[in-house]
């Protein structure tokens, strides 16, 4: 990322983007429950929750201890490894899932084996309930399901109450802010509140209530939250996942009973998620790696064979399981945006490897050839729309990498393409020699007022050294831009500098890379 963009991240959201980029998403769910954990004991001993500190703690080690248990027992089985901070969140979902069993006299043995089957059933769904690899249902909803038709205990949602909203509510927004799932829970919301609303309405209840009731003491925004939006369960495109959260919502809202089966959260999420994997790149895809080579002085490709075809388009991403011994806040998934055509027989991915290097990174940079990965997700919607309009692709460092994609599809000899590289200097442009053959017009902005190669425009002829990066700037270099498509990519705190640019510069279509490197 260039100097004149770095000099905007002073929005709000910028700088939230750039804080909450230091944590995985895996880490940033662990951590919003454990404080949602705290806070629920915190109410109980206000006397706002009537569970019992004791039963609480008490609860809370059983999920806690026997998901994390468990998880590791079955990864031992199955021979690999287990990936504990997925297992703790389990844990801390069934915390808020089940009642607390009572200590004491009252006492239920069937309660607390309930409560023991379902973490014991949501590990074990990671393993039995999977495809090649890849598990397709939400474990805590799995293991409730199965252990309500039981009859040993039942899912009740108690985090749907009206006194953990006061930090539910930030919690929630905070988890869809940095998963870039916003819209996807706005519809699901929208719609349950709808259907509560037809069904409760013409019985006599006001419609205020219908939402009081939908939103403050059932689970719709824990579920939204932390289960609808599980990333390993999501289909792949953007308007596939309103679609299932849609039809979830419905099948959430909508009473019904078949006898064994009837509705509940866990149910509709389940059948929502069978949808996911139906449509999606079904089950994890084993890479064996081939070999690497510098593209800059901070950037590095890794070649992949796959051992069966990749499903992807050109611009989407592709997540791979980096196990290590000892991983950082950073975590072992990682999101890469994938370099190589559908088409091609390898798998090709564009890495920032500037120091200091993360410990998922250097993972990757001491794999050796025949050394095996796992892809564990292949998604995003930074696709190209199908139509004539002309394109413009804005690149900050490493965001370069979608682009290549679309270039070695010959997309700039279909329609006018002009692309706008923010680089440090002329050696950290990354793929010259792809990016001069595509046909598209390079423009390269350079922080430091170095010279680019002959066939890169140099922005710098038209921007004075150190000039702003602003709307009025972006307007000069590209002066039809209100007439293209404008795809933006980079890291989320100069993707949202540049989108606040392209809006100012009379952009009416914007697309960003914005997934969240989960």
């Not at 705290?38 to 206000?46: E, H, I, R």
């Not at 819209?183 to 209530?209: D, E, K, R, T």
């Not at 009973?257 to 949808?275: F, Q, R």
């Amino acid at each position: 990322m260039s100097s004149t963009t770095s000099r905007q991240q002073t929005a709000p959201g910028t700088a939230l983007d750039a804080y909450l980029g230091r944590f995985t998403m895996y880490r940033l769910v662990l951590l919003v429950l454990a404080v949602l954990a705290v806070y629920s004991l915190v109410l109980d001993a206000l006397g706002w929750l009537t569970f019992g500190i004791p039963n609480m703690l008490a609860h809370l080690a059983l999920c806690l201890g026997l998901t994390y248990v468990s998880n590791r027992a079955l990864a031992a089985l199955f021979r690999v490894r287990p990936h504990s901070e997925s297992s703790l969140i389990t844990g801390l979902l069934l915390y808020f899932l089940f009642w607390p069993t009572q200590l004491g006299p009252a006492f239920a043995p069937m309660d607390l084996g309930g409560v023991a089957l379902a973490c014991v059933l949501a590990s074990a769904s990671k393993y039995a309930l999977a495809w090649r690899g890849r598990h397709v249902f939400n474990p805590a909803a799995a293991g409730a399901f199965i252990t309500g038709l039981t009859g040993l205990n039942i899912a009740t949602w108690w985090a749907g109450t009206p006194a953990m909203l006061w930090l539910l509510v930030p919690g929630v927004l905070l988890v869809l802010y940095r998963t870039r799932k916003m819209l996807m829970a706005a519809v699901f919301v929208l719609v349950a509140i709808a259907v509560v609303a037809a069904v409760q309405v013409p019985s006599g209840v006001g419609p205020g209530s219908a939402v009081w009731q939908t939103l403050a003491q059932g689970p719709v925004l824990f579920f939204a939250g932390f289960m609808l939006t599980e990333p390993l369960t999501l289909p792949p495109r953007r308007w596939q996942q309103l679609a299932m959260a849609a039809v979830v919502a419905v099948l959430l809202a909508t009473p019904f009973n078949l006898g064994i089966m009837a509705n509940s959260p866990e149910l509709a999420l389940l059948v929502g998620n069978l949808l996911a994997f139906l449509v999606g790149q079904r089950g994890s895809v084993r890479l064996l790696f081939s070999h690497s080579r510098p593209l800059t002085p901070s950037t590095t490709e890794f070649v992949f064979r796959p051992h069966r075809p990749l499903r992807h388009e050109p611009g989407q991403y592709l997540e791979l399981d980096l196990p290590h011994a000892k991983p950082d806040g950073r975590g072992r998934r990682r999101v890469f945006s994938l370099t190589s055509s559908p088409e091609a027989s390898h798998v090709k991915i564009g890495v920032g490897t500037a120091h200091p290097v993360s410990a998922a990174k250097r993972r990757l940079l001491a794999l050796e050839p025949g050394d095996e990965l796992t892809a564990t997700t292949v998604a995003g919607d930074f696709v190209l729309p199908k139509g004539p309009d002309p394109l413009l692709f804005i690149a900050a460092g490493i965001g370069v990498t979608p682009y290549v994609a679309h270039l070695s599809q010959g997309v700039a000899r279909e329609r006018d393409t002009v692309l706008l590289y923010l680089a440090r200097n002329t050696s950290e442009l990354a793929y010259t020699a792809e990016l001069e053959d595509s046909g598209a017009r390079v423009v390269a902005r350079l922080a430091d007022g170095s010279v680019p190669p002959d066939f890169i425009e140099d922005a710098g002829a038209v921007l004075a050294p150190g000039a702003r990066l602003d709307g009025h700037a972006l307007k000069r270099l590209v002066p039809d831009i209100g007439q293209r498509r404008v795809f933006i990519s980079g890291s989320p705190a100069s993707v949202g500098s540049l989108r606040r640019a392209a809006r100012h510069a009379g952009a009416r279509r914007i697309h960003v890379d914005s997934f969240a490197g989960y």
